[in-house]
């Protein structure tokens, strides 16, 4: 009986390497970007972002940052709507979307948002305000910390309290070749889809057009070994013991439908960043400025004030 069992882990561990290492198909770089992508460079990395609005010099600058295994298109509904009042840019953080995907690049937060730096600076910005979802949220915080040209933050369901990443699976990622399997499941059409209709308060809003845009970055010829090796760290998040540090504007969007967050973990955000507003959106889950871009993009319009105010 004990021989049989080691017999079957032994077949179903060799069946998990054979299945890591089955070539994906890879797209050229060239045929997935669209007219709209334009790179900046971060270091030696190439960074992909778009412009969402047309430039006027009388409007603040808006930073957006997208999700995990999310990219700049996430914000395409969002970003159309607020064009009369900012001017509005979307990027694709480094080992994700069409930006590059470094086998060697440290995947922390903070790292991340030394990004917006470099961004900043290739466009000539004198300020801007900063804006995340999930663990972009967690990456613009740092940059509100750290940038003194930021002038306010917007967060959407942030991971900053309540990741909602299961504690358990940041050690199997450190086994061989579990951090592999997991990058080929992100890969997997099907996978994907099941996963981002359980984050949508109303699943229907996953469609094919949806689809398309969350699996472009996993088509790049660099996507297996760069998200291999994110998932291969670990790295130490301390941002909920850091959100009194954060002295700006701060405006919380918060879909109250998110399954993995709750009223109390929106309130203990208000509460966390001092000089902060929470804005409540029903019938919104994780996703909350793709469920509801009207009503999000309304309270963003009318919070500029507030967001280039500075009030300590």
């Avoid at 997935?32 to 603040?60: A, C, G, W």
């Avoid at 993995?260 to 000089?275: I, P, Q, W, Y």
């Avoid at 029903?282 to 793709?290: C, D, I, K, L, T």
Wanted: glycine content about 6%; hydrophobic content about 40%.
């Amino acid at each position: 009986m004990f021989q049989t069992t080691v017999l079957v882990i032994c077949a179903f561990y060799a069946f998990l390497i054979v299945y890591a290492y089955i070539p994906s198909e890879v797209i050229p770089l060239d045929e997935l970007r669209s007219p709209d992508d334009k790179f900046f460079r971060h270091f030696e990395h190439q960074v992909r972002y778009q412009t969402l609005s047309e430039f006027s010099s009388e409007n603040p600058n808006l930073i957006l940052i997208h999700g995990f295994g999310n990219s700049l298109g996430t914000w395409d509904s969002l970003g159309s709507r607020l064009n009369k009042a900012y001017n509005v840019y979307s990027i694709d953080m480094i080992g994700f979307g069409l930006s590059e995907k470094p086998v060697d690049y440290k995947y922390t937060n903070l790292n991340q948002a030394s990004i917006i730096e470099s961004f900043a600076k290739a466009m000539d910005m004198e300020s801007f305000i900063v804006g995340g979802h999930s663990l972009g949220g967690a990456v613009a915080m740092h940059v509100a910390m750290n940038n003194k040209k930021t002038q306010g933050l917007i967060l959407f369901n942030p991971g900053i309290i309540n990741t909602g990443v299961p504690e358990f699976s940041k050690y199997l990622n450190l086994i061989f070749p579990m951090s592999r399997v997991s990058a080929k499941q992100f890969a997997n059409r099907d996978f994907r889809e099941g996963f981002l209709k359980q984050s949508y308060y109303d699943p229907s809003i996953v469609t094919e057009k949806v689809m398309d845009r969350v699996i472009l970055g996993s088509q790049t010829k660099d996507y297996m070994s760069g998200m291999s090796s994110m998932l291969s760290k670990t790295y130490n998040s301390n941002e909920a013991e850091l959100m009194n540090k954060v002295k700006l504007p701060t405006l919380i969007v918060f879909g109250i439908e998110d399954r993995n967050k709750s009223m109390e973990e929106a309130e203990e955000l208000r509460d966390g960043f001092t000089n902060s507003r929470l804005e409540i959106i029903q019938n919104a889950g994780h996703y909350v400025h793709e469920e509801s871009p009207v009503s999000v993009s309304q309270i963003i319009i009318k919070s500029v004030e507030f967001l280039t105010s500075k009030n300590e």
